[in-house]
């Protein structure tokens, strides 16, 4: 995802430190275990210590030197703060999307999740990448006209 | 394996077209389906026609500009004649050697494969990184050592 949308990534982002965010991310998603983006606080509490310890042990494996390099790069996309961080964290967003009105609805209909939820975290995408965060908004609009998406909670 | 090994690609070596060729040839294996390193000469050949055919389409779906660039980094990995594709072929083919030690044998064992047909293999591994070619050299000797690959042929 990086690399094709990479045009939508604000000028003079450095593309190889968004491809290191990614990757390290899954790498500690991989130990951590992913967890559904509309889970309710307390599990999000609860996964956000797990990727923590996860990331402890993963890259204590490494050389002190080169561990810290793969930790930076982690802390630097939880942290959401610098553009390549923001851009990571909008692909990362983006993805389930894509793969949700492909499938048809997938884990939005399987967890009864209705547009005004995915609009709410497109915002994060938009911070990353407007021209992204434009897309994204049509996907919810095409998801919900071809009735993937409830518009609203019944 | 390509950002905490950098330090045994040859200096200069730009490590963001290494992962970028690492990507893309994974984009294209897991499209043709992989094939066992020790696969006869028919069987390789095959593969190579598929691989070539899954290139063709899946590069295709993206926009021209971009596909050729994707297309652009695979054959440059399969041509292997820069320093950046020998170092990521260097590490594609490092990464088996190491589960199978890591894993008493694995395919090594499977299929009845000895000391001698790794080592062959070891030499394109030599030719991307002296470093890491002497780190597989000491894999198949500890690999023998424990008993996990036979030394040679019964």
Redesign the interface.
């Known amino acids: 995802m990086c690399?094709?949308l990479a045009e939508h990534a604000r000028p003079g982002t450095d593309?190889?430190r968004v491809?290191?965010m990614v990757?390290v991310h899954d790498l500690v998603e991989i130990d951590a275990g992913d967890l559904f983006l509309y889970a309710d606080r307390e599990q999000q509490e609860r996964q956000e210590i797990a990727e923590r310890a996860a990331a402890d042990r993963i890259f204590a494996l490494?050389p002190a030197e080169?561990g810290s390099?793969?930790r930076h790069l982690w802390d630097e996309f939880t942290a959401r703060q610098s553009p390549e961080a923001k851009f990571a964290r909008a692909l990362d967003r983006l993805q389930p999307m894509l793969e949700n009105l492909a499938a048809g609805g997938g884990s939005w209909q399987r967890h009864g999740i209705t547009a005004d939820r995915v609009l709410a975290n497109v915002r994060l995408i938009e911070d990353g990448s407007p021209s992204l965060g434009a897309l994204a908004r049509n996907v919810v609009k095409r998801a919900v006209a071809a009735g993937f998406l409830a518009p609203a909670p019944a």
């Open positions: 690399w094709p593309l190889s491809t290191g990757l490494l080169q390099v793969l």
